[in-house]
């Protein structure tokens, strides 16, 4: 047993069902005790959801546990398969797959869970395809991506989905299927026609894209295109596949060079606004990143490749990853913390001092502590990383978001510095409403006292000509004020 | 007819959302300000708390989780150990006047002999521990409440009679100086004389100034309360033993109940919940008759404060709402809405004690006679799914539910209320009257124009 207070993953269920709510169709059942479809809500309420969440929890109770599940599992599942059918009318896959989620509760966690449930249901999809004759092995005709890991409710993934459309529409990559997020079950035998995969998080898809590879022959990309230069180098790994196909297929090579000059230098603004002189205040400053292995390895490269900014510290909650993590911020920052435990991450910052935070909802609190600014730049998740604008990560449109975010994460201590330059700082001085005043021709009870944060009971007293305010008196007021 | 109508009760043993019991946690080790609550599971507790919890979290509650990891399981790690270690961390950081056990609904939890290492390790850190099970198994949501102030009604000193200055007397002394002041149409009592305390102890959480109005409601009554389950400080837990009355406050607490009866042998006071002005009346009513007080000024209080609350009375007055259900405060809500003139289709409820609720289903059925309105469904355990086929065709005015299904709700055009807020709001007694309103009313008063036109705002049927 172990003491513990937060944690950055959920637990492995959740994980399956993200995956499970993400495709279309599917409904997952759970046969567990109330309440541990808590996920419905969360669902519901960060992302905004309009639909209900196709997450049913089968009761157990203790009369089950007596009886046997079996029974109440399967009039559930019959209930659904109404459902499916409805839904599913024009599909010749009439009857509901099911399929039991292999994910071992105690070893792994929420992401690890997800990557695991979507390999399962690819997997399964594409052998059923494949022994009923249903699997079609040609290629698109014209260059085209299937993008492995979009889910709900992840971190701005909505946005990023969007802009990696965007990403490939100029050099002409059509996109063939996005999973889960949104997908038919049904198409998934299509998966293999695409040219290749694309990953954008590694925490999600890349056991799935690993399979497809190793079964299917199909390459995939695992930069995730998180700032101007590795965009840069997620287009060039492009062309190259393209190419070794495009020839044969399409009778020429493709050559993205000039769209990604064109982007980096005047579409995105962030290459501009490195050079730009306010960006070179902040080159020196110190910085502290922690999150997700995708989102902290990528923001410390922009941090000190792109802006000139120090990073200080750089981690990642992702344990199982450490190695991937530590071969991409070699040597660019000075020491990095793989851990769960939040309050040795605490700790290190707090000896750090850096001028900015870029990290998880839990660092932003961190920094609230110690009173240094934070950007969130990962999941765990929190309302506030589901905007209703367009705020993409990824792409050039993701690299304008991330410099205002660090822009004005560290604003603040750029404005403090000019104040101190100039002397612009307001005085503090704190007008002190006299409450004191009244208070000497009233005398208060202590009970009245101590509830006096609660009810207004003032001026009532005035009004009424009385001089001891009791506790009666307290209520009464209140009830005589709101009505 | 002058026989009341019998409610229909049905059991659907359906899907339904409710959380989880260990939320209780959440406002618990804030009103017993001296404890601490340690959660005894998985990953999947702990990360239900820290989201339920949300910002409280880092500001360091009274609370963690005992985590079971893979060696736990296999048998690897010695059960007392492990607690014991935790136990006197916990002792080290913090040092509360009690450790709570929350047992949770892995098997393996369940198993474990909790009850019988407890002792043992109070003994050796000398700290009291106090066991309870609060697991999706056998209970739902607030019912988490019910199995903590269970436990801890053992731990209550046993009361003795000469505790009591005095014995409490059958009517008012006339020369006890009470004075009843009549200007500015308000009632007051300023005390001359402390009255003796009654043989009244109170069960359930509350916040303390809405306990505090409570007992001067009944004080105005001439009756002081003993003490509250749960008090303030674990270190002024109530006395219990024959003799005492309680009363609870809240539907959910049954199993409180049944043990403050049956193990301790109170007298338990069977009345309709002090939620409303027509729930609180008749609870002092209740309450007074026990201990043989006529009550003074109970109409007048009730009336003035409908009179205070018409505006709100007006926008909900003739529409219809409909209970999903989750923390089987419904019955008392569905009576005092219907009370203020709404019409209730049906109360979903998870759970339900028919004899503990027995008063308030009484009351709720007078109250139907009195407002000539139908009496409403009530359906144990319901099935989410169905519910909201009924409501699809219903259609009614306001649905109150939980947070799962809300927004999906709303985006088919049907008002809704989260439960939930009814749950941590100030709901009960005469002063609190106007925030239930607030809450039922807000979703039926701001509608702005756009939905108007769109049956739905949703793709999917």
Redo the contacts between chains.
Sequence with gaps: ???????YA?????GTLRIASSFRNVHAIMH???????F???R??LE??????PV???????HV?ARGSREKVVN?IS?KEDLQNFVDRASSYSESDVILADVN???I?ELQAADKTLEQIVRYYLDKARREGFLNRSLTDDPSANIIGISTPGFHNQHDCRELKRLLSEPRISINQIIPEGEFLKNLKDLPRAWFNIVPYREMGLMAANFLEKEYGMPHILTTPIGILNTADFIAQISKIVNLWSFSLIEKKVNYDLYVENQTKFVSQATWFSKSIDCQNLAGKEAAVSGDATHAAAITKILVREMGIRVSCSGTYCKHDADWFNEQVQGLCDETIITEDHIEIGDTIARIEPSAIFGTQ?ER?IGK?LDIPCGVISSPVHIQNFPLGYRPFLGYEGTNQISDLIYNSFNLGMEDHLLDVFGGHDTKEVNIKSLSTEKNNIHWSYDAES?LK?IPGFFFAKQ?N?S?I????M??A??KL?? | MKNFEIPAFECETGNYHTFCPISCVAWLYQKIEDSFFLVIGTKTCGYFLQNALGVMIFAEPRYAMAELEEGDISAQLNNHEELKKICLQIKNDRNPSVIIWIGTCTTEIIKMDLEGIAPKLEKQIGIPIIVARANGLDYAFTQGEDTVLAAMAHRCPEYKNSELRQEPTNKIDNSSQIKINNSSNNNFISERIELPKSKLVLFGSLPSSVASQLNLELKRQSILVLGWLPSQRYNELPSLGEGIYVCGVNPFLSRTATTLMRRRKCQLIGSPFPIGPDGTRAWIEKICSVFNKTPVGLNERENQIWKAVQDYTRIIKGKSVFFMGDNLLEISLARFLIRCGMVVYEIGIPYMDKRYQAAELLFLQQTCKKMNTPLPRIVEKPDNYSQVQRMHELKPHLAITGMAHANPLEARNINTKWSVEFTFAQIHGFTNVQDILELVTRPLRCRSGIMSDFQSLSKQT
Excluded: C
Excluded at chain 1, 32 to 38: C, K, S, T, W, Y
Excluded at chain 1, 48 to 53: A, C, G, I, M, V
Excluded at chain 1, 56 to 62: E, F, G, L, Q
């Design positions: 047993m172990k003491l513990a207070y937060w944690m959920g637990p492995a269920h959740i567990a005790p109330l309440g541990d479809d808590h419905n809500v969360m519901s309420m905004r959801e309009r639909d209900f969440t049913t929890t089968s009761v157990v109770d203790p546990l559930n209930q509760h105690y070893r966690n839990m609190h502590r509830e609660k009424n009385i001891t009791t506790v009666d008196v209520y009464a209140k009830e709101s009505s």
